[in-house]
C-alpha cells in the first residue's frame, strides 16, 4: 500500500513563494502528481513528476527524489487566487493514491 | 488539453430514489475512467474502476448492487447511485487517464457532481 504525507494547512503572504512538501512510502511507484483544488470543486492538474529532478511550470515547480520518496511543489509569486487545497498523489500502475491535501491560505 | 466533462454539477434527490451521473472524455477515448468519492474536508476515495466492454472493479466496501457503474463507449461512463439515502449525500467526481491506463499518461477529472439526497 501507500503512505502519503503532507502538511496540513500553510499560510503564506501574497508575492510570497510557499514549499509544500510531500513524503511517501510505496510499494510500486510509476509517477507523482500534484493537484489543485478549490473547495467544492474538482482537482485540477498542476504536475507530474515521473523522473527525478525538478519540473517548472510558470508559477509553479514540482521536484522529485524517489531515492528519499520525497517530493515538494513550489509556488512563487503567490496570488490571493492560490488559496486552495494542494494534493500529492501517487500513481502505481493506473490506480492513484491521495494525500491528504495541504490547505494553502494566502494572505494580503 | 485533454477534457472529461461530468453531470449534473448539482443534484439533489428524495431517499429511495435512484440517481445518474454521467461523466465523459470530450476529445480523447478512454478505455478506463474512475470514480471517486469526497467528504467534505477529506481526501478523494476511490469507489470503481470502469472499463470499456467490462465490469467495474470495485474498491474494497464499495457496494456494486448499489453504485452500478456503466461504461457504455469509448467516451461515457456512468455511475448510478440506486435507492439513495441521506449518507450517499457526497462529490463524486469521475476521473480518466488520457491515452489508456499507461502510467505515464496524466489524468483528466470531471467537475464534479454534488449529489444531496433529502
Known amino acids: 500500500g501507500q503512505n502519503i504525507d503532507q502538511p496540513t494547512e500553510m499560510t503564506a503572504t501574497e508575492g510570497a513563494i510557499v514549499q509544500i512538501n510531500c513524503t511517501y512510502q510505496t510499494s510500486g511507484f510509476n509517477g507523482l502528481f500534484w493537484y489543485q483544488q478549490h473547495a467544492g470543486e474538482a482537482p485540477t492538474f498542476l504536475s507530474y513528476n515521473v523522473l527525478d529532478g525538478l519540473e517548472e511550470k510558470g508559477r509553479f515547480s514540482s521536484f522529485l527524489s524517489r531515492s528519499k520518496g520525497y517530493s515538494y511543489l513550489l509556488l512563487k509569486e503567490l496570488q490571493m487566487k492560490d488559496s486552495a487545497s494542494y494534493l500529492c498523489?501517487?500513481?502505481?500502475?493506473?490506480?492513484?493514491?491521495f494525500g491528504a491535501g495541504t490547505t494553502v491560505t494566502v494572505r494580503a | 488539453g485533454a477534457v472529461v466533462s461530468q453531470h449534473p454539477s448539482r443534484v439533489i434527490c428524495k431517499s429511495g430514489t435512484s440517481v445518474k451521473i454521467e461523466c465523459r472524455s470530450l476529445d480523447f477515448q478512454a478505455t478506463t475512467m474512475f470514480w471517486y468519492r469526497q467528504f467534505p474536508k477529506q481526501s478523494l476515495m476511490l469507489m470503481a474502476t470502469?472499463?470499456?466492454?467490462?465490469?467495474?472493479?470495485?474498491e474494497q466496501g464499495v457496494e456494486k448492487d448499489k453504485f452500478l457503474i456503466n461504461h457504455a463507449s469509448l467516451t461515457l461512463s456512468t455511475l448510478t447511485v440506486t435507492s439513495a439515502h441521506p449518507e450517499d449525500s457526497s462529490f463524486y467526481i469521475c476521473s480518466a487517464p488520457e491515452g489508456g491506463q499507461s502510467a505515464g499518461n496524466t489524468i483528466y477529472f470531471g467537475e464534479g457532481s454534488w449529489l444531496t439526497v433529502v
Open positions: 498523489v501517487l500513481i502505481n500502475d493506473y490506480k492513484l493514491s
Open positions: 470502469s472499463n470499456e466492454g467490462s465490469k467495474a472493479t470495485y
